[in-house]
């Protein structure tokens, strides 16, 4: 058998796979073992040591980061940890935007985010065929979990180098020499980094490559400063929308309702009348305005007044709920299940509740955007992009050139919870390009933005569940209505992909995405869940912490209506289900302690929610009401956070309050509804998001571990609602069940 670089094997059972010679042959080209070398640019003075980092001879270390810093951090975790295993002086750390390269392919995310159809290929061949692919995604709260310990080997590769190089001149074994602030040491002799930097590039690695020891000089779990904010603070960092090429225009864009939308009619000489147009361009399913300036461009557009025919069915609110309430009485498929569910729910007295979520928006500040310029059969994309080499092949499909005649520049993103593993806009400003023959920037309005997002599909649940005659839960059953979000998003994403289409070909009618994060954590002996696919006729995406928004929505509500039921206090009534997972639990006591909890007595305003994935667990305890109007107001919330090993507890810190906010606003707002297929919410106005002076306070505590690290960027996000619903349970004595949360008649 044939050994991989991946340390799979190539064996009969893996030839045959998926039935067929053909697929077969598939499986064992994508596993066949590659070399990648790294392709960074090296500017004068510095020195490429492996695909993570430069050295220069002035001193100063430039990390590549092949993920999209767009607020979580990743700029900074990723050169932390390459540099404590350097020795580094964090004062001398930089950081860019890493190139295309199969290197840096996330397998990780590809799991997270096509789980529906991707996982029913096995797992040695995605891992290879993600790398042969070049498949670079920043999603799923992967980054350090996918990245970490790559980075890791990097900077302790370097290292060595380094070593090499000075006990080379000092005449040493370069395993007497150690690293510390910059420097080769050995007893008193010092050479800084960049001294060493030419000759260490050229220096060969031993076979074993060991890892820094010592607890003195570490960066590693320190709070260091991060390399974005100084440029994002004076203004000098750059967004795809800060880009200027000589000779360039600008572009805005209007199009169609979702469905079968067609342009009919523009008025073109309205548009003409608008000072600085440059020109109009009509595609079947949008028109776009160039000008001199965004703002004339965009006037163009209201004066173009297009008019689209939709010939596809109306999608409105009652549609989508109609859609949802017929696949709950369709049938489903059993996505995950453990026990004999049917011998304990037969001829038993059930807990049952229904709960539904809406449509819910991205909305990141900024907006959709790239930067396009066609110049002697080449393409240069300026993107605030999270898959890179998707956004480049379908420029690249758009215009008809080919993959290597384009390169993407990735950009710094304004936010993005999602909304950038998309590339309409980039095959959009590749179109325009290619019309106009010069560099265009297109930028999409705020209301553009919104009525064209790829929204976190809505769900609709129906939970079941039996007690014993101790109130413990003896079984539980879920099914849950949603879309095929994970299809969907392969089918967009990397539709063309030959292995994905024999992955179709083996999945299953339902969709591990849609459903992800209703799995219960509990230690419930018999438990069902059932996804229940749902046509709504409205394209959806990947959002911030995906389905497990809406599953654990359902999940700790439902919980908490149990407790009620089994007549015992909230938090025992979930540690009580734990069984042995002592993280969670901690966290569960954490929260209750900090937050003073109460029991969520009767008036007491208290609610409380917990979950687990990506590795990491968090509990949230909230504390609201309702105010005069009968609108929900949350006054606190408190999060107790078990990640693993953290790289920078700042970091971790920002991601859980800033998840803490983005999870009230889904709660309370951040949705559309749907009328004539188009969403209704227009702007900020329209989304009820939180402001400074609504926002409530918050105290979040981190717990020390020596776990493996976790994902943070969407964990604060799941529990928020249930805690908040549970609070305004407790609040009121009514039951919300609907997200976001309304109190209804």
Same mark, same amino acid.
């Not at 100084?230 to 090429?245: C, E, M, Q, W, Y």
């Not at 992909?497 to 849609?514: E, F, K, Q, S, V």
């Not at 999060?639 to 920002?654: E, H, K, L, S, T």
């Given at each position: 058998?044939?050994?991989?670089?991946?340390?799979?094997?190539?064996?009969?059972?893996?030839?045959?796979?998926?039935?067929?010679?053909?697929?077969?042959?598939?499986?064992?080209?994508?596993?066949?073992?590659?070399?990648?070398? =790294?392709?960074?640019?090296?500017?004068?003075?510095? +020195?490429? @040591?492996?695909?993570?980092?430069?050295?220069?001879?002035?001193? +100063?270390?430039?990390?590549?980061?092949?993920?999209?810093?767009?607020?979580?951090?990743?700029?900074?975790?990723?050169?932390?940890?390459?540099?404590?295993?350097?020795?580094?002086?964090?004062?001398?750390? *930089?950081?860019?935007?890493?190139?295309?390269?199969?290197?840096?392919?996330?397998?990780?995310?590809?799991?997270?985010?096509?789980?529906?159809?991707?996982?029913?290929?096995?797992?040695?061949?995605?891992?290879?065929?993600?790398?042969?692919?070049?498949?670079?995604?920043?999603?799923?709260?992967?980054?350090?979990?996918? %990245?970490?310990?790559?980075?890791?080997?990097?900077?302790?590769?370097?290292?060595?180098?380094?070593?090499?190089?000075?006990?080379?001149?000092?005449?040493?074994?370069?395993?007497?020499?150690?690293?510390?602030?910059?420097?080769?040491?050995?007893?008193?002799?010092?050479?800084?980094?960049?001294?060493?930097?030419?000759?260490?590039?050229?220096?060969?690695?031993?076979?074993?490559?060991?890892?820094?020891?010592?607890?003195?000089?570490?960066?590693?779990?320190?709070?260091?400063?991060?390399?974005?904010?100084?440029?994002?603070?004076?203004?000098?960092?750059?967004?795809?929308?800060?880009?200027?090429?000589?000779?360039?225009?600008?572009?805005?864009?209007?199009?169609?309702?979702?469905?079968?939308?067609?342009?009919?009619?523009?008025?073109?000489?309205?548009?003409?009348?608008?000072?600085?147009?440059?020109?109009?361009?009509?595609?079947?399913?949008?028109? #776009?305005?160039?000008?001199?300036?965004?703002?004339?461009?965009?006037?163009?557009?209201?004066?173009?007044?297009?008019?689209?025919?939709?010939?596809? /069915?109306?999608?409105?609110?009652?549609?989508?709920?109609?859609?949802?309430?017929?696949?709950?009485?369709?049938?489903?498929?059993?996505?995950?299940?453990?026990?004999? $569910?049917?011998?304990?729910?037969?001829?038993?007295?059930?807990?049952?509740?229904?709960?539904?979520?809406?449509?819910?928006?991205?909305?990141?500040?900024?907006?959709?955007?790239?930067?396009?310029?066609? +110049?002697?059969?080449?393409?240069?994309?300026?993107?605030?992009?999270?898959?890179?080499?998707? #956004?480049?092949?379908?420029?690249?499909?758009?215009?008809?050139?080919?993959?290597?005649?384009?390169?993407?520049?990735?950009?710094?993103?304004?936010?993005? %919870?999602?909304?950038? $593993?998309?590339?309409?806009?980039?095959?959009?400003?590749?179109?325009?390009? /290619?019309?106009?023959?010069? !560099?265009?920037?297109?930028?999409?309005?705020?209301?553009?933005?919104?009525?064209?997002?790829?929204?976190? !599909?809505?769900?609709?649940?129906?939970?079941?569940?039996?007690?014993?005659?101790?109130?413990?839960?003896?079984?539980?059953? /879920?099914?849950?209505?949603?879309?095929?979000?994970?299809?969907?998003?392969?089918?967009?994403?990397?539709?063309?992909?030959?292995?994905?289409?024999?992955?179709?070909?083996?999945?299953?009618?339902?969709?591990?995405?849609?459903?992800?994060?209703?799995?219960?954590?509990?230690?419930?002996?018999?438990?069902?869940?059932?996804?229940?696919?749902?046509?709504?006729?409205?394209?959806?995406? +990947?959002?911030?912490?995906?389905?497990?928004?809406?599953?654990?929505? %359902?999940?700790?509500?439902?919980?908490?209506?149990?407790?009620?039921?089994?007549?015992?206090?909230?938090?025992? @009534?979930?540690?009580?289900?734990?069984?042995?997972?002592?993280?969670?639990?901690?966290?569960?006591?954490?929260?209750?302690?900090?937050?003073?909890?109460?029991?969520?007595?009767?008036?007491?305003?208290?609610?409380?929610?917990?979950?687990? %994935?990506?590795?990491?667990?968090? *509990?949230?305890?909230?504390?609201?009401?309702?105010?005069?109007?009968?609108?929900?107001?949350?006054?606190?919330?408190?999060?107790?956070?078990?990640?693993?090993?953290?790289?920078?507890?700042?970091?971790?810190?920002?991601?859980?309050?800033?998840?803490?906010?983005?999870?009230?606003?889904? #709660?309370?707002?951040?949705?559309?509804?749907?009328?004539?297929?188009?969403?209704? #919410?227009?702007?900020?106005?329209?989304?009820?998001?939180?402001?400074?002076?609504?926002?409530?306070?918050?105290?979040?505590?981190?717990?020390?571990?020596?776990?493996?690290?976790?994902?943070?960027?969407?964990?604060?996000? =799941?529990?928020?609602?249930?805690?908040?619903?549970?609070?305004?349970?407790?609040?009121?004595?009514?039951?919300?069940?609907?997200?976001?949360?309304?109190?209804?008649?």
């Amino acid at each position: 058998m044939a050994e991989t670089r991946e340390g799979s094997t190539i064996d009969r059972r893996t030839l045959l796979i998926g039935g067929g010679v053909g697929a077969g042959l598939l499986v064992a080209w994508q596993l066949w073992p590659r070399d990648y070398r =790294p392709n960074l640019t090296a500017a004068p003075g510095e +020195h490429v @040591f492996n695909a993570w980092l430069k050295i220069g001879e002035d001193g +100063h270390i430039a990390v590549a980061v092949p993920q999209t810093e767009y607020g979580q951090g990743i700029y900074t975790t990723l050169p932390q940890i390459i540099a404590d295993e350097l020795g580094a002086d964090w004062r001398t750390v *930089a950081v860019e935007a890493a190139p295309l390269n199969p290197l840096y392919a996330n397998p990780m995310a590809a799991d997270e985010l096509f789980a529906g159809t991707w996982s029913a290929l096995p797992e040695g061949f995605r891992h290879a065929h993600a790398r042969r692919s070049a498949l670079v995604l920043t999603a799923g709260s992967t980054s350090i979990r996918m %990245f970490g310990d790559m980075a890791g080997e990097a900077g302790a590769a370097a290292r060595v180098l380094l070593c090499k190089a000075a006990g080379r001149r000092w005449k040493v074994d370069w395993l007497a020499c150690g690293t510390a602030a910059g420097f080769v040491v050995h007893g008193g002799d010092r050479l800084r980094f960049g001294e060493l930097a030419a000759a260490a590039a050229e220096e060969e690695l031993p076979r074993d490559v060991p890892r820094r020891d010592g607890e003195t000089g570490r960066l590693l779990g320190r709070s260091l400063p991060r390399l974005d904010v100084p440029s994002k603070v004076d203004g000098s960092a750059n967004f795809a929308g800060d880009i200027r090429l000589p000779d360039m225009v600008y572009a805005a864009i209007r199009q169609g309702p979702v469905g079968d939308t067609r342009l009919v009619r523009t008025d073109r000489a309205a548009a003409d009348r608008v000072r600085g147009v440059v020109e109009v361009i009509e595609n079947p399913r949008w028109v #776009a305005a160039a000008a001199t300036n965004w703002w004339a461009a965009n006037r163009a557009l209201d004066a173009l007044a297009p008019r689209f025919e939709t010939r596809s /069915a109306i999608v409105d609110g009652a549609s989508i709920d109609a859609a949802l309430d017929a696949a709950l009485d369709g049938d489903g498929t059993r996505m995950a299940r453990a026990g004999d $569910l049917g011998s304990v729910f037969k001829g038993a007295k059930l807990v049952t509740a229904a709960y539904r979520a809406g449509l819910a928006v991205h909305a990141p500040i900024e907006t959709m955007t790239a930067t396009a310029h066609l +110049h002697d059969g080449r393409l240069e994309l300026w993107l605030p992009t999270q898959a890179p080499g998707l #956004a480049r092949a379908a420029a690249a499909a758009t215009i008809g050139v080919a993959e290597h005649d384009v390169t993407v520049h990735p950009m710094l993103a304004g936010g993005s %919870f999602g909304a950038n $593993l998309e590339h309409l806009a980039a095959e959009q400003a590749a179109l325009l390009t /290619a019309r106009l023959r010069r !560099p265009v920037q297109l930028v999409w309005s705020r209301s553009e933005d919104l009525l064209h997002d790829r929204c976190r !599909p809505p769900a609709a649940a129906r939970m079941s569940a039996r007690l014993d005659v101790n109130g413990r839960i003896l079984g539980w059953q /879920a099914k849950i209505a949603a879309p095929r979000t994970g299809r969907e998003l392969t089918e967009r994403l990397v539709g063309g992909d030959a292995a994905l289409a024999l992955a179709r070909t083996l999945a299953g009618g339902g969709d591990a995405y849609a459903v992800a994060g209703a799995t219960p954590f509990y230690a419930i002996p018999n438990y069902a869940i059932d996804h229940h696919p749902a046509a709504i006729g409205v394209p959806t995406g +990947h959002w911030r912490s995906g389905a497990h928004s809406t599953s654990c929505f %359902f999940t700790e509500c439902f919980v908490d209506e149990l407790a009620h039921v089994a007549g015992t206090e909230a938090l025992s @009534f979930r540690i009580a289900m734990l069984g042995g997972e002592t993280r969670l639990a901690r966290c569960l006591t954490t929260v209750g302690s900090l937050g003073g909890w109460g029991g969520g007595v009767p008036g007491s305003g208290q609610g409380i929610a917990c979950h687990s %994935f990506r590795g990491s667990h968090i *509990a949230v305890l909230a504390e609201a009401h309702l105010d005069e109007a009968q609108r929900p107001v949350v006054d606190r919330l408190v999060a107790a956070i078990d990640c693993g090993r953290m790289v920078n507890p700042n970091v971790v810190q920002q991601q859980i309050e800033g998840g803490l906010i983005f999870g009230l606003a889904q #709660a309370l707002g951040a949705a559309t509804g749907f009328t004539d297929n188009l969403a209704d #919410a227009r702007g900020f106005r329209d989304l009820g998001l939180p402001t400074l002076g609504s926002a409530p306070d918050i105290l979040v505590e981190l717990i020390a571990s020596e776990a493996d690290s976790g994902g943070v960027s969407e964990l604060a996000v =799941p529990p928020v609602a249930p805690a908040i619903a549970n609070a305004l349970q407790s609040a009121t004595g009514s039951r919300i069940r609907t997200l976001p949360l309304r109190l209804t008649a």
